[in-house]
Each structure stands twice: as structure tokens, then as C-alpha cells.
């Protein structure tokens, strides 16, 4: 499931594929007068919350990318690897493009907006519950026309609105800039997804296999255990709680009884937001454990022992050497 490859930006894998990959095409699908493979990296990108990372878990069909309601549920960049009988398609979950507020913002956004200029297809979310653009998608519309890479402009969350809205809703966003095609969908139900990714597909340049067939994200294990406690958090906590927490795994340790023993420490900015994830008795701490471990358990298919603290260290949102630590790297 896990695993490492090439990423978008990665000079080696990406150089390999400009100057060999594309020819040796014909040759990964197959012979003369077969279909030519097709593969590339595509951006998922928009405002914080307009559901790429449930349209980046209902493609790859497994859940790879935490979800919440919360804005900047997603903090770094994930991959999603999708095999089809003719092409793979990398689709890359960006944090959502807002006015940072702090160190951290700003890494996230950075990320965002260099993706752009690294992959083969941009897909732009925006939020059919919405009805019309706000200053947010304005501004994303400006930076994608510096972009000459070509757009798809996805309405998600039809499922929220009348029908009879949708085509008016879809205009009004796609009066934004120029796109290739427009698609409307549910990205939790699943509806106008596979028309989507043919859509996406027709678009590839021939290519190689980028990642193993088996292979559908480049996350590691304990990386992607972090984000399954850090999701249990936005969904229990309020306010300023849910954005100033950071996790890491100590360690996964397999122990001779099948048992996953998995040390965990939360980090928060003041000792306020301690005494909140402790809770009254450890209630809560025990609550995001438990939530966490059965996730982890269907993920991994082993008993998990999922060992929480909680530590205060203050304001490591705006100290580069923490986010460094935490993993938040350009």
C-alpha cells in the first residue's frame, strides 16, 4: 500500500520521464497498433473544505486522505495512485488555497501553488452549495491563468443543491476561466466520478507506470496513522483546538502476539488546549484514541495498541524548526 516513487517536482523520476518516459509510451502499453499507455500527475486544488480530499479517497476507492469540515483539513501534499487497464493516473490532494495566517499556512499554500506548474491535468473544485464564486475562488481563478496547463472545472457537491440549479451554478464559476470541460459531481455519493477520470485520461500525454501496480499512495504507514488521530481531533474538538494540534508516531512496533504497538504524541500550542484533548478524567484523550485505533485496525487488518500523549509546544505553527520536525517541508 505504502511505499516510495517519484514525486511531482522530483527532478530525477520526472526528468526521466520528460526525456525517455513519453516515447517508451508505445512500449508500456504494448505493441504496434495497440493503445498507447497513458499516465500523468493531476492536481486536485480549491478553497479549504470543498472536498478534495472525499473526491481524492472516492477515486482511489480506499481512504488515503483524512476528512473533516473544518478548512486546512489536508496540510501537506498526497498522492493517490489510480491503475486503469490503459493508463495511471497520480492525482495529487493539495491543501486548500487560503491567506495563511502563520508559518504553517504559508508552507501550505506553497505547496498548493507549486503544484500547479508540475503536473499533466489541474482539476478545480469548487462548491456547488455555494451558487455563485466568492472572493476565495476569484482569487484562485487569477492564479490558475498564469498556469497554461489544462483545467477541468469540477462542481462538487450537486447532492446539496436542486438539480435544476446545477447547469446555472456551473456557469457562473466557468465565466472564471478557460477550461477544457466542465463536470458536475457528488464527490461523497460517487455520482459523475467516472466520467470524470475518462475525461481526465483523455487528456495524458503517453507515458510509463510511474508507481507499482499495487501501490496507491505514497504516504508511509506511520504517516498515515498521524492523520487518523489528527482527523479524530477535528471531529471532537472546536474552535482554535483542531488547527494547533500536530501528531507523530513514535514508532510501529509489530509485536511475536500480532499486536501493533503504536506510541503516539499529540502536540498542541498552550496548556488550555492540553487540558481540552486530556478532558475531564482522560475522557476525551480516550475517546480520540479509541476512534483513532479502530481506523487504524481496518486499515492495517491487525489489533492495534495505540499508546496517546498529549505535550505542549507553544506556538509551533510559526517556528520553522518545528514544522521542519513535524515533517512540513518544501
Same mark, same amino acid.
Given at each position: 500500500?505504502? #511505499?516510495?516513487?517519484?514525486h511531482p517536482g522530483g527532478e530525477p523520476a520526472r526528468s526521466g520521464a520528460e526525456?525517455? #518516459?513519453?516515447?517508451?509510451?508505445?512500449?508500456?502499453?504494448?505493441?504496434?497498433?495497440?493503445?498507447?499507455f497513458r499516465s500523468g500527475f493531476v492536481a486536485l486544488i480549491g478553497r479549504p473544505? @470543498?472536498?478534495?480530499?472525499?473526491?481524492?479517497?472516492?477515486?482511489?476507492?480506499?481512504?488515503? %486522505?483524512?476528512? +473533516?469540515?473544518?478548512?486546512?483539513?489536508?496540510?501537506?501534499?498526497?498522492?493517490? @495512485?489510480?491503475?486503469?487497464?490503459?493508463?495511471?493516473?497520480?492525482?495529487?490532494?493539495?491543501?486548500?488555497?487560503?491567506?495563511?495566517?502563520?508559518?504553517?499556512?504559508?508552507?501550505?499554500?506553497?505547496?498548493?501553488?507549486?503544484?500547479?506548474?508540475?503536473?499533466?491535468?489541474?482539476?478545480?473544485?469548487?462548491?456547488? +452549495?455555494?451558487?455563485?464564486?466568492?472572493?476565495?475562488?476569484? &482569487?484562485?481563478?487569477?492564479?490558475?491563468?498564469?498556469?497554461?496547463?489544462?483545467?477541468?472545472?469540477?462542481?462538487?457537491?450537486?447532492?446539496?443543491?436542486?438539480?435544476?440549479? @446545477? +447547469?446555472?451554478?456551473?456557469?457562473?464559476?466557468?465565466?472564471?476561466?478557460?477550461?477544457? %470541460?466542465?463536470?458536475?459531481?457528488?464527490?461523497?455519493?460517487?455520482?459523475?466520478?467516472?466520467?470524470?477520470?475518462?475525461?481526465?485520461?483523455?487528456?495524458?500525454?503517453?507515458?510509463?507506470?510511474?508507481?507499482?501496480?499495487?501501490?496507491?499512495?505514497?504516504?508511509?504507514?506511520?504517516?498515515?496513522?498521524?492523520?487518523?488521530?489528527?482527523?479524530?481531533?477535528?471531529?471532537?474538538?472546536?474552535?482554535?483546538?483542531?488547527?494547533?494540534?500536530?501528531?507523530?508516531?513514535?514508532?510501529?512496533?509489530?509485536?511475536?502476539?500480532?499486536?501493533? &504497538? @503504536?506510541?503516539?504524541?499529540? &502536540?498542541?500550542?498552550?496548556?488550555?488546549?492540553?487540558?481540552i484533548l486530556i478532558g475531564e478524567r482522560g475522557r476525551m484523550l480516550k475517546e480520540?484514541?479509541?476512534?483513532?485505533?479502530?481506523?487504524?485496525?481496518?486499515?492495517?487488518?491487525?489489533?492495534? &495498541?495505540?499508546?496517546?500523549?498529549?505535550?505542549?509546544?507553544?506556538?509551533?505553527?510559526?517556528?520553522?524548526?518545528?514544522?521542519?520536525?513535524?515533517?512540513?517541508?518544501?
Amino acid at each position: 500500500m505504502t #511505499g516510495t516513487g517519484p514525486h511531482p517536482g522530483g527532478e530525477p523520476a520526472r526528468s526521466g520521464a520528460e526525456a525517455g #518516459g513519453r516515447a517508451a509510451g508505445a512500449a508500456a502499453g504494448g505493441g504496434e497498433g495497440e493503445t498507447p499507455f497513458r499516465s500523468g500527475f493531476v492536481a486536485l486544488i480549491g478553497r479549504p473544505n @470543498v472536498g478534495k480530499s472525499t473526491l481524492l479517497n472516492q477515486l482511489i476507492g480506499r481512504k488515503i %486522505a483524512i476528512m +473533516s469540515d473544518k478548512p486546512q483539513t489536508t496540510r501537506t501534499r498526497i498522492l493517490g @495512485v489510480l491503475n486503469r487497464p490503459g493508463a495511471q493516473l497520480i492525482f495529487v490532494d493539495t491543501p486548500g488555497i487560503h491567506k495563511p495566517q502563520h508559518l504553517l499556512g504559508q508552507h501550505m499554500v506553497r505547496i498548493a501553488r507549486r503544484t500547479l506548474q508540475e503536473v499533466e491535468v489541474i482539476c478545480w473544485l469548487v462548491e456547488a +452549495s455555494d451558487r455563485e464564486p466568492g472572493p476565495g475562488d476569484r &482569487y484562485i481563478a487569477e492564479q490558475l491563468a498564469e498556469v497554461a496547463t489544462p483545467k477541468i472545472l469540477v462542481v462538487n457537491k450537486i447532492d446539496q443543491v436542486a438539480p435544476g440549479e @446545477v +447547469s446555472a451554478i456551473a456557469e457562473r464559476f466557468r465565466q472564471l476561466g478557460a477550461f477544457v %470541460a466542465v463536470h458536475c459531481i457528488s464527490a461523497l455519493q460517487g455520482v459523475g466520478v467516472p466520467e470524470l477520470v475518462a475525461a481526465i485520461e483523455g487528456l495524458l500525454p503517453e507515458g510509463p507506470r510511474f508507481f507499482p501496480e499495487d501501490m496507491i499512495t505514497d504516504q508511509p504507514e506511520a504517516q498515515i496513522m498521524a492523520e487518523l488521530i489528527r482527523e479524530q481531533i477535528l471531529h471532537l474538538t472546536r474552535e482554535e483546538v483542531p488547527h494547533a494540534v500536530a501528531v507523530q508516531i513514535e514508532r510501529v512496533e509489530r509485536r511475536p502476539n500480532g499486536v501493533v &504497538y @503504536v506510541p503516539a504524541t499529540i &502536540y498542541v500550542e498552550r496548556e488550555g488546549q492540553k487540558r481540552i484533548l486530556i478532558g475531564e478524567r482522560g475522557r476525551m484523550l480516550k475517546e480520540i484514541g479509541r476512534r483513532a485505533r479502530m481506523e487504524m485496525e481496518a486499515l492495517l487488518g491487525s489489533k492495534i &495498541y495505540l499508546d496517546l500523549w498529549v505535550k505542549v509546544k507553544p506556538d509551533w505553527r510559526n517556528k520553522q524548526g518545528a514544522l521542519s520536525n513535524f515533517g512540513f517541508r518544501d
